[in-house]
Every structure is written in structure tokens, then in C-alpha cells.
């Protein structure tokens, strides 16, 4: 394929093979979305019906949760290409029933050994956002392929070919375009379009996809295969990691487009030095449930569990009105993110107290600055976790940083009772928009999430970009054990609401009597230390709002929060599987064998 392209007009060569109106002569008509599914024999939930439909298949064929969720990550990489992809990175949480054990990986992008502070500056200055999303400056050395190897290795019972099987057939075959799909091909239209390996592969005639038409990716089935055959090394060694370096260095740019694609500074040497991280999860207790997620370098673990600690210290959830529920929510919500934004970072590179941000003392300290009569005023200073003074802050409030909203998130179970939940990404909506010429796939923006300046001047600032650093995150994929046993897993995509959505989930299901499926479908607001809290328009139509803008809390609309997905075992150990009824276009929940 590749040497066919280089002696023809790759443009029209490839539309012609990539794109057609039709479901090929033999392929299967795409599985319809269910955002609840309630069986036996295992549970996937995602937010695309062709993946969950190729964890299921992993799972139908003997296949354990950790080689399910791997099989359902790459048909992702396939349908929902600007959100993830082996061009990415993302965070696999792990509940083994066996040991009773929790264990995660950090196979989150990092940045080239020879990145500093100043990687987004410009004659001091920093670059427009813009400019440096849409760029190999912003691209990381992915972690997604050692991701998926390290699993495999250490939980799965499949190899990696095998669990690839199902994407391979799909990107071979083709998927049916949603209006998802089409709407974010539309969003990403004017930066596709000057990249000419991007605009052949996702602009058909130079315009977004049809809804119905059908998308082909043979570069990616060649690449799965070429992974299946020689491993994940083939990723990070050789001339795949060569021509990631290529583009990323020499982004490839049309010359028509007066486009400026600054280059990137990660070389070979980078991609082959990367490791993924085995650690210890976070883990706060919430009443009768034990509470395990990510530490960092993702946020998200240290602020769910904060806010969950903030909320256990203040009183018991489930007995408050409504109002006092949401306001308790948002307020523990900017105290946490107070204190996220000034101390959490990558502690390969900075020194995050991550067990003291987790502590009784200190959730204590903060849990005390919430009144039921008046909402805080942010930007709200953080504390001391180290020193930890009862309402008591460090002085100087650190601004909210912007991060891309998208990601994906999948939640997995199997009929052994062994939970996966993994939120991976390739950052912003269609990653850098640069696709690695016959290759098939994007690269990511990743080190856009480093702060590009000190958010506030004269405070330390842990994320910074760094040689080797990877990039603090917001994603919280999430286990919840019960008596030592399985309960839940969720998780979100979103960017910084990511925290919020899935303290939100959280609470629902724990705290306030929904079913794991209404707590996803719940109206949403995000507070993150903000004067205003971004809010769904049916969060803004329910009756508590007038009594919580009295309280002093302002709202600003946003079309959607999220698009979370979960999984729950009922005490029959039956298991459901939830995901978005609306949001994102609905997600895709399943079952092994369906018993109600």
C-alpha cells in the first residue's frame, strides 16, 4: 500500500480505497447501541458500538477482561480515531479477583529528553494555542502500544495479535459513519484539510464523510498487523518509529496551505527509551466502599479522592436536599482543583504530596471552608497538604490551565470477576491533526497539557514542561470494591471535567440512590475553582438552580459534559453494563448473555 501511494497522486489513490458508500461485500452491518446492558459472562461498555461489540467477542471466546479491554481500545483507535489511537497515551486501572489487588499503568505520553521549561515559548513569549496544538511541537512519545503490551503481559491470557484481531477486521472492512463522526471531521475541517495523509483519509472529496458512507483504514490494518507480527517494539524501534519521528520532526504539511507546522523535538532515541509505569493506585474509603484510581501524573485519582474525602468529612450525602447535594458537590469540587492545580505534577520530575492531598487531616483542614449558607469565591487559594491548617490557605491562587476536552473511556468486566477501566487518548479532538503518512493513523497533541508559563507568578508550578516529563492529566479511570469484591468501575472522557463527571457518577450511585445507568445520564456541572460553574442545560433547568445561585453560585452553559461509561456487578453477580444515552451521540453498552 505504502509503495503504491509514494508512484501515485496519494490524494486521489487513497480516497478511492479508503471510502465508499456501502458496507462491503461480506461485512457485518454495525451492532446497534444500548446504554444499558444487564447479563452474565462479562460486560463492556464504550462509547462505540463496533468496539464494545470487539470486547465482547474477545470475551465470547474465553478472553479475560484484560485482553477484552485491550481489543476494544484498538477498535477505538479505528472508529473513534480523534480521540484515541496507538498515536496516544492514557492510564489502565486493573482489578484482579484473584489477589483482591488493584494495580495501574501510566502509559501516559512524555516529552523528548531534550525538553524545557521553554518548549512553548517564542522570543519569550508564549506560542497562541492554536499554533502549538496543530504542530510536532506538541506531539509526545506515545504510550498506548506499551500500554496494551504491558497488560497483555502481565494480566492477559491472549497475545497481542489476538486481541488486535477484531480492529484489524474492522479497519479492513470499514465502519459506518455517525453524525458524531461527521460533526467532528467537520470541527477539525479547516486544519485536516492542510495536511494532505489527514485530508486523504478523513476528507472524502475534501469534505467530512457522509452519515452512512463507510470509512476503510488500510494503513491501520497494515500497522496492526505489522504490531501483531513483531510485537510492540516494531512501535518504538525500526521504521515505524522512524517515520513517527519523520512526521512529527518534518510535520507534513501542504505547501498551498501557508500553514506553519513548527516541528516537533522527540527523536528515535525517545521513542525507544519509553517505559510505561507500574504504581500504586490512589485509594480513599467513601462509607462502606473502598475508592481506587490513578496517581499521577494524572490528577485525577488525588482531586476524585480529595472531593470524596472533603464530602465524607462534611456529612453524609445522602442526606442532603438536592441543593445541599450540588452545592457540597461544587464547592468540594473548587477546593479540590485548588489544590490540584498547585501541586500535582509528574513526581518522576517534581515532588506531588500525593498520600498527604489524600489524607483525613488534611481533607479535614479543607472540608471546614464549606458553609451551607454561602458558596466560596474563586479563584480560591489552595492549602498545605503538608502542613495542614484548619481553613487555612497558602496565600496565592492558581489559576485553571485549559485542557483539550476529548479522550475516551471503556469499562470492562469478565464472567471471573476481573475489572478493567481505561480512559486513554490522543488529547484534543483529532490529536494534532497530523496522520503518519501510510500509516493510519493521528498523532497526538499531548504536551499541550504542560503549562506553557507559570500560572501564577512567583509560585512554583509542577507542571512544567521537562525532559522526559509526561504532562499532567485529568483522567480518572475508577474501581470501587465493596467488602473486598468487585462493585463498580467508571471513568469519562472531557479534559479537567473528566474529575468532575466522575466524581458526579460517583456520588450518584454511592451516595444518592441512582442506578448506575442514571447516574451516567444525570444533568452535569463542572466546578473547577472557577467563578462559574460550566453547566448542561438540563442541570440548568432543574428547580435547585434558583436556590443555588442564591447561595451565590454562578452558572455558564455548556451543550455537554462527558461521556461516561461504567460497569457494576449486582449481588446475583450478574453484571450491568451503562453507558451515555445522548451524549457524544450514545455509547454502547453489552453484555455475554443477556439475563434480566
Wanted: proline share 8%; net charge negative.
Amino acid at each position: 500500500m505504502r509503495a503504491l501511494t509514494r508512484l501515485a497522486p496519494p490524494l486521489l489513490l487513497t480516497t478511492a480505497l479508503v471510502w465508499s458508500t456501502a458496507l462491503p461485500a461480506g461485512a457485518a452491518a454495525p451492532p446497534p447501541k444500548a446504554p444499558e446492558a444487564v447479563g452474565r459472562g462479562g460486560a463492556v461498555a464504550t462509547v462505540d458500538a463496533d468496539a464494545t461489540a470487539a470486547g465482547i467477542e474477545v470475551l465470547r471466546k474465553g478472553g479475560n477482561a484484560v485482553d477484552a479491554a485491550v481489543a476494544a481500545a484498538a477498535a477505538l483507535g479505528v472508529t473513534e480515531p480523534y480521540s484515541s489511537g496507538i498515536g496516544g497515551g492514557g492510564y489502565f486501572v486493573y482489578y484482579d479477583h484473584a489477589t483482591g489487588r488493584v494495580h495501574t499503568i501510566d502509559g501516559r505520553e512524555t516529552a523528548g529528553r531534550t525538553a524545557d521549561a521553554g518548549l512553548f515559548l517564542e522570543d519569550g513569549r508564549p506560542l497562541p494555542f492554536a499554533d502549538a496544538v496543530t504542530s510536532g511541537l506538541s506531539v509526545g512519545v506515545p504510550g498506548t502500544p506499551a500500554t496494551w503490551d504491558a497488560a497483555l503481559r502481565q494480566w492477559g491470557t491472549r497475545s497481542l495479535a489476538q486481541a488486535l484481531e477484531p480492529a484489524e477486521r474492522i479497519a479492513d472492512e470499514g465502519f459506518v459513519v455517525d453524525e458524531t463522526f461527521r460533526g467532528q471531521t467537520a470541527d477539525n475541517q479547516a486544519r485536516f484539510k492542510d495536511f494532505p495523509a489527514t485530508a486523504a483519509l478523513y476528507l472524502p472529496g475534501g469534505k467530512p464523510p457522509e452519515v452512512g458512507s463507510v470509512l476503510r483504514n488500510p494503513d491501520l490494518a497494515a500497522t496492526y498487523r505489522l504490531l501483531a507480527k513483531d510485537g510492540v517494539k516494531a512501535f518504538y524501534r525500526g521504521q515505524l518509529a522512524e517515520d513517527v519521528v519523520n512526521t512529527l520532526q518534518h510535520p507534513p504539511v501542504d505547501p498551498a496551505s501557508g500553514r506553519t507546522a513548527r516541528p516537533g523535538t522527540v527523536d528515535t532515541a525517545d521513542l525507544a527509551a519509553y517505559r510505561v509505569r507500574d504504581q500504586e493506585p490512589t485509594h480513599v474509603t467513601h462509607g462502606a466502599y473502598d475508592v481506587y484510581s490513578m496517581a499521577p501524573s494524572s490528577s485525577g485519582g488525588t482531586t476524585v479522592g480529595e472531593a470524596l474525602d472533603i464530602l465524607e468529612d462534611g456529612g453524609d450525602v445522602s442526606a442532603y436536599s438536592g441543593t445541599q447535594y450540588y452545592h457540597h458537590f461544587l464547592e468540594a469540587s473548587r477546593i479540590s482543583f485548588a489544590d490540584r492545580n498547585r501541586w500535582v505534577g509528574d513526581p518522576a520530575s517534581v515532588d506531588v504530596p500525593t498520600r498527604q492531598l489524600l489524607s483525613e487531616r488534611y481533607a479535614a483542614s479543607r472540608a471546614c471552608l464549606i458553609s451551607p449558607d454561602h458558596a466560596l469565591t474563586s479563584p480560591l487559594a489552595p492549602g498545605d497538604p503538608r502542613h495542614p491548617a484548619d481553613c487555612a490557605d497558602t496565600g496565592q491562587a492558581v489559576a485553571e490551565p485549559y485542557e483539550g476536552p476529548n479522550t475516551t473511556h471503556l469499562t470492562v468486566a469478565d464472567r471471573w470477576g476481573n475489572v478493567v477501566s481505561y480512559t486513554l487518548t490522543i488529547e484534543q479532538t483529532g490529536g494534532s491533526g497530523i496522520t503518519v503518512p501510510g500509516r493510519g493513523f493521528l498523532l497526538n497533541n499531548e504536551l499541550t497539557d504542560f503549562d506553557f508559563t507559570p500560572l501564577a507568578p512567583g509560585v512554583p508550578d509542577p507542571n512544567l514542561p521537562g525532559p522526559g516529563k509526561r504532562p499532567r492529566s485529568s483522567m480518572s479511570p475508577t474501581v470501587v470494591l465493596r467488602d473486598g469484591e468487585p462493585f463498580l468501575a467508571t471513568g469519562s472522557p472531557g479534559g479537567a471535567t473528566i474529575i468532575t463527571t466522575t466524581l458526579q457518577v460517583l456520588l450518584g450511585r454511592l451516595d444518592r440512590g441512582l442506578s448506575l445507568e442514571q447516574a451516567i445520564a444525570a444533568p452535569r456541572a463542572s466546578q473547577r475553582n472557577t467563578a462559574a460553574t460550566q453547566a448542561e442545560p438540563a442541570f440548568l433547568a432543574l428547580p435547585e438552580r434558583a436556590e443555588l445561585e442564591a447561595l451565590g453560585h454562578a452558572f455558564t452553559a455548556v451543550a455537554e459534559i462527558g461521556a461516561a461509561t461504567g460497569v457494576e456487578r449486582l449481588p446475583d453477580g450478574r453484571w450491568v453494563a451503562a453507558a451515555e444515552p445522548v451524549r457524544r451521540g450514545g455509547g454502547s453498552a453489552a453484555v455475554v448473555r443477556p439475563a434480566r
